[in-house]
Nanobody
Framework: QVQLVESGGGLVQAGGSLRLSCAASGRTFSTYGVGWFRQAPGKEREFVAS????????RYADSVKGRFTISRDNAKNTVYLQMNSLKPEDTAVYYC????????????????WGQGTQVTVSS
């Protein structure tokens, strides 16, 4: 089993930066790909970024390419999402999720989810 806890959300002005962290418990974390998803009020949850088990491969939604960077430190059981050049439309609850040996951009692949952290970008 893997348990995930997100942190690092907050209020930031447009153009600013935040770094989200996803801390995982469980000795099998290094066998899971990890994805970041977000859900804005009244909208469906959407894919943001994902990273493979080793961290060698990543995926990004077109809306965040060039602005967000996902990384992981398996020694610390932590995945990060560095968010730069934030826009008001990035406002959402951000969730990290784990998928066994997968990092695809489909929500259905992810079996373990955190509780989410709020990111609010003011204009």
């Amino acid at each position: 089993q893997v348990q995930l806890v997100e942190s690092g959300g907050g209020l930031v002005q447009a153009g600013g930066s935040l770094r989200l962290s996803c801390a995982a418990s469980g000795r099998t974390f290094s066998t899971y790909g990890v994805g970041w998803f977000r859900q804005a009020p009244g909208k469906e949850r959407e894919f943001v970024a994902s990273i493979s088990v080793t961290g060698a491969s990543t995926r990004y939604a077109d809306s965040v390419k060039g602005r967000f960077t996902i990384s992981r430190d398996n020694a610390k059981n932590t995945v990060y999402l560095q968010m730069n050049s934030l826009k008001p439309e990035d406002t959402a609850v951000y969730y990290c999720a784990a998928a066994y040996y997968s990092y695809i951009d489909q929500i259905r692949a992810y079996t373990h989810w955190g509780q989410g952290t709020q990111v609010t970008v003011s204009s």
